[in-house]
């Protein structure tokens, strides 16, 4: 073989070569989603409760804060509003007495977050997180000879776990979170109409709750 055709195969494979280790090195050089010391996810989310059946929509911002082990701790914030649905909607179908109830919530988040490798290491970020806050129960009965209306207050604890699913290399994601939350305490209740005696069960309110969200969200840093 002539020698100007050696060199010519010699070039093309060394160009061949470099190439190749360039769209290597691209591909290690690619962001993992996991949620990293410095970055801050923010997200729009709206969920379904169990126990009672319930729509809820909330914000959430979270940071990472610290490396452990092959994940990153978090810390973070949400806000959200819970509206009792079905199980407030389908009694009031078949009763005079007619019940409302919502409530507001500000909870914090303390959260790990990881990957695992070979299966999620391109595309998703997993968490488990635990949850505690502020919870404000409020309540509407209304019944022919009375109304009367609850507000509360008090603490709330939970844990999840859940994803979030990076679908290119923006910054955009997808994801989801199932959690449990506990809470209870007393309504103070104003009399707005008629006469009615309160009972316990009036004064009592109980918040357990297996709760899935779907979210999206936008990694800010």
């Known amino acids: 073989m002539p020698r100007p055709v050696l060199s010519l195969c010699r070039n093309l494979l060394l160009l061949g070569g470099l190439v190749a280790a360039s769209r290597v090195a691209s591909a290690q ?34 940071a990472g804060v610290l490396p452990i082990a092959t994940g990153t701790l978090s810390l973070g914030a949400e806000l959200g509003a819970n509206l009792c649905a079905l199980a407030c909607w389908v ?13 507001l919530s500000a909870v914090g988040r303390l959260g790990y977050h990881f990957t695992v490798a070979n299966r999620n290491y ?11 806050g502020v919870i404000e129960p409020r309540t509407t009965v209304s019944a022919p000879g009375y109304r009367f209306e609850g507000r509360g207050r008090g603490a709330v604890l939970g844990l999840g776990m859940g994803g979030n699913y990076f679908p290119s290399a923006s910054r955009f994601f997808l994801g989801f979170e199932a959690r449990l939350r506990f809470s209870t ?25 297996l709760n899935t969200a779907f979210f999206v969200g936008v990694r800010l840093f």
Do not use: C, I, K, Q
Not at 33 to 59: I, K, T
Not at 91 to 103: A, I, M, V
Not at 185 to 201: I, K, P
């Open 91 to 103: 009694p009031n179908l078949f009763s005079e007495r007619h019940t409302s109830r919502w409530d």
């Open 122 to 132: 391109s595309r998703m970020d997993l968490f488990g997180v635990l949850l505690g």
């Open 29 to 62: 050089e690619l962001p993992r989603p996991l949620l990293r010391p410095g970055n801050v996810d923010l997200r729009l989310e709206g969920a379904a409760s169990l126990l009672p059946l319930s729509v809820e929509a909330g914000a959430t911002v979270e």
């Open 185 to 209: 305490g007393t309504y103070a209740l104003t009399l707005t109409r008629g006469t009615y005696d309160f009972t316990d069960a009036d004064r009592r309110w109980l918040r357990l709750g």
